[in-house]
């Protein structure tokens, strides 16, 4: 009785073959659009040309923070343990797709960001933590900056918004926890 026995190249390309899709490169350079919106009440619409920038930067919102409406026009966030400032890895560029023109974009190599968006027109910052998945080519985001104001920090989404020069009028109740936040 005759036994069949696989040649050993054979084998060898068919085992080559199999594992070929268990190497997968994984990376994370990504195309991020950053959409900016502005909100008055219900409605809302883009913001002119050129009014808003956008910075990226290697660093957490844990660790890291903007200090101001001038670091963040500067494109600098501080270190809360250090005190030590970053410069941006990458400033978005304009970026026109489909009629939109105030869009900006950059090129992100790696796993997370801290991004910063500010509204020159309004004095207005906002910063979120980005999260870039694996082997994703391409990241829209968009970010909103509401122009009705109750406090210097609103959460909006996944962004934290700022407004350095909010003062409440006169006889307005601030929340406790406004007043708390402002006096850091």
């Known amino acids: 009785m005759k036994t069949h026995r696989p040649k050993p190249l054979l084998s060898l390309l068919l085992a080559a073959a199999l594992l070929t899709g268990c190497f997968k490169k994984i990376g994370y350079d990504t195309f991020y659009v950053l959409e900016p919106w502005t ?5 809302r619409f883009a913001p002119p040309f050129g009014t808003v920038r956008a910075y990226a930067f290697a660093a957490d919102t ?3 923070t903007v200090r101001s409406y001038e670091d963040a026009v500067a494109g600098a966030i501080t270190s809360v343990r250090t005190g030590e400032r970053m410069e941006p890895l990458a400033e ?3 970026y026109v797709i489909d009629g939109n023109e105030n869009w900006l974009a950059m090129q992100l190599d790696g796993p997370r960001f801290f991004i910063l968006a500010v509204d020159l027109e309004h004095r207005l910052y906002a910063y979120t933590e980005q999260e870039m998945g694996e082997n994703l080519p391409r990241l829209f985001a968009s970010v909103v900056f509401p122009l009705v104001w109750k406090n210097k920090r609103v959460k909006n989404g996944k962004w934290i918004v700022c407004n350095d020069f909010y003062e409440p ?11 708390q936040k402002t006096d850091l």
């Open 92 to 94: 978005g560029e304009p």
């Open 62 to 64: 844990t660790y890291w």
């Open 39 to 43: 909100q008055d009440g219900a409605q």
């Open 169 to 179: 009028e006169p006889g307005e109740a601030q929340p406790s926890s406004a007043r």
